[in-house]
């Protein structure tokens, strides 16, 4: 008797209402794989392209595929995918590295980089296997080890599940007298632009680009917010938020050194918003491992955990190897990430 099986079929799916429907039922924290991040992606002139994985007429799973052009080694990056429905086949995934293999192969690429939001267990590392996939040697970045807090409770019970000295600052901030700002204008980004320019310098950390692209796309879908806090006109701490789904997220933070606490005010201001949009969580976004003492991002992690909340974690990011220079992206990537103190 003929087999009935039917075979995947990969292609391009530009529909953003069936896009976007799909990854927030099946990931939806998966902010790199929405539609506003396709769009900045195009604003930043990046090479990207959207896919649907079918089986007949049913999406399986989607995954924007970027080739990212690095002086380490070109990749094909699906940052936050594929996303997969929990309902797809185990082949949907195999078909989807060979595909992103074969697109690797196309583009002179070393390697495929992945990073499903799939949770932390022996299953989603037999997935990870099946593909020949190895665990990425970069740090634990694009929130895979995240701080969130549920916003379904009270102001009141928020405040009171905070760490007291984060209470306390918001509350003398409140008494000083800090202003804090909310706006979608991208115009007063230069705001924002030079203080996260000294943030860089007094911390030591390389600053993200395409901060406007981002803004500028999410912002007219209402899905961004720019934070300025100020005392005495003076604007000493800034952030900006992303909305997708039922989530805000702490995306990009900035702040100098200041005469009275307004961090907290600022991030205690966006949670406040974030509550009253209807979202059910703000998410703090990237936090140092337990085991990590002298983590770079030690300090803001203390600064995250005052507000109260838990952490969330996905599995680390793996690379597919395609060509055999992929060890020389390995190599520099476990120096850089031990350089840069991401034990």
């Not at 634990?140 to 969130?148: A, N, S």
């Not at 800090?178 to 950390?205: C, M, N, P, Q, W």
Request: proline share 4%; glycine share 6%.
């Amino acid at each position: 008797m003929a087999s009935t099986k039917q075979d995947v079929v990969i292609r391009l799916l530009k529909d953003k209402g069936t896009w976007e429907l799909f990854v927030l039922t099946h990931a939806p924290f998966a902010l790199f794989q929405s539609w506003s991040w396709y769009e900045t992606l195009l604003l930043r002139k990046a090479q990207v392209e959207p896919y649907g994985v079918y089986i007949g007429e049913v999406l399986m799973a989607v995954f924007l595929a970027q080739i990212v052009r690095a002086k380490r080694g070109s990749f094909v990056h699906l940052r936050h995918g594929p996303v997969i429905a929990s309902f797809a086949p185990e082949r949907v995934f195999q078909e989807i590295a060979t595909f992103t293999k074969a697109l690797a192969k196309k583009e002179r690429c070393w390697f495929v980089r992945m990073s499903p939001q799939l949770p932390v267990d022996a299953k989603s590392d037999l997935v990870r296997k099946s593909v020949g996939g190895i665990p990425a040697s970069i740090h634990r970045m694009d929130g895979e080890y995240c701080w969130v807090l549920d916003l379904n409770a009270s102001e009141e019970e928020l405040l009171s599940d905070m760490r007291k000295a984060t209470r306390y600052e918001i509350r003398k901030s409140q008494k000083d007298g800090v202003e804090i700002s909310a706006s979608r204008d991208a115009r007063y980004l230069k705001e924002f632009d030079a203080l996260y320019k000294e943030t860089s310098g007094r911390h030591g950390f390389v600053p993200h680009e395409g901060i406007a692209e981002e803004f500028t796309t999410f912002g007219k879908r209402n899905q961004a917010m720019l934070y300025l806090g100020s005392f005495h006109k003076k604007i000493y701490a800034s952030a900006i938020i992303l909305y997708y789904g039922k989530q805000a997220i702490y995306h990009h933070g900035a702040s100098s050194l200041s005469p009275v606490p307004i961090s907290a005010a600022v991030q205690w201001r966006a949670i406040c918003d974030a509550k009253n949009r209807g979202m059910n969580v703000y998410n703090f976004w990237g936090i140092a491992p337990e085991d990590s003492p002298k983590h770079p991002w030690r300090g803001i992690t203390v600064f995250k955990k005052g507000f109260g909340g838990h952490i969330v974690e996905h599995m680390h990011a793996f690379d597919i190897p395609i060509s055999p220079l992929y060890a020389l992206t390995r190599i520099v990537d476990l120096v850089r990430k031990y350089k840069r103190g991401y034990d």
